[in-house]
């Protein structure tokens, strides 16, 4: 069964420190979502692309966030510098088109110390 | 501001009866939900959906009603099993664009 992938999916840095984290959607997916979960809260969406343009990014900290998605296949979601309050489960979703259902990935778990 | 609201954190539910979690929203523009399921350390998992057009949806032992003046939407899901305990989301979104989620219930069915 086709799934989402994403790695690594745990990371510990310290603040200051640049991050990274890649996903690679269900192929054929040509909507891709990242979102942020702290604990205790729901999924909330950084950044939505169709394709390789970004169709949504109006939750997204430019200042210390950047995502790409240069041939509109996999994804790499940045920060830089990471800042203590960026601890949080970072989760990536596809799906065929904007309104059909999104397939979640687990989900990379990021500590900042 | 929380535009998609679960008041409940948690409910429990004995085995084989009825479980019914709530969702609320403020965004009248909302035309398309979802649920999701949840287990710890994965990610959600897409359950049933529905468009501001219907206001049931049924697949299985999972039903979605919608009432679009009250807006709120529940889930019922019938009859209850223990592997159905998870943390459950409801999304909104205008068109498909933008989705937002609640802050989740944790559902423990009870053997």
């Known amino acids: 069964e086709a799934e989402v992938a994403q790695s690594p999916r745990y990371k510990i840095t310290e603040k200051s420190q640049a991050v990274a984290f890649w996903c690679d959607p269900i192929s054929g997916h040509a909507t891709l979502y990242w979102y942020r979960q702290i604990l205790g809260q729901g999924p909330e969406l950084l950044v939505q692309?169709?394709?390789?343009?970004?169709?949504?990014d109006s939750q997204l900290p430019k200042d210390r966030f950047s995502a790409e998605r240069l041939k509109g296949v996999d994804s790499t979601l940045k920060i830089q510098p990471a800042e203590l309050g960026d601890s949080a489960m970072y989760l990536c979703?596809?799906?065929?088109?904007?309104?059909?259902?999104?397939?979640f990935g687990p989900g990379t778990r990021l500590t900042v110390l | 501001d929380q535009q998609v609201k679960q008041n409940s954190p948690s409910l429990s539910v004995q085995e084989g009866r009825i479980s019914i979690l709530n969702c609320d929203y403020t965004n009248s523009m909302f035309d398309y939900f979802l649920w999701y399921k949840k287990y710890p350390a994965e990610g959600p998992t897409f359950l049933i959906s529905i468009s501001s057009i219907k206001d049931k949806n049924e697949d299985g032992r999972f039903t979605v009603f919608l009432n679009k003046s009250a807006k709120h939407l529940s889930l019922h899901i019938v009859p209850s099993q223990p592997g159905d305990s998870a943390v459950y989301f409801c999304a909104a979104s205008v068109g498909g664009n933008q989705f937002y989620f609640g802050t989740g219930t944790s559902l423990t069915v009870i053997p």
């Open positions: 692309f169709q394709d390789e343009s970004v169709v949504d």
């Open positions: 979703a596809s799906s065929w088109g904007s309104n059909n259902e999104q397939f």
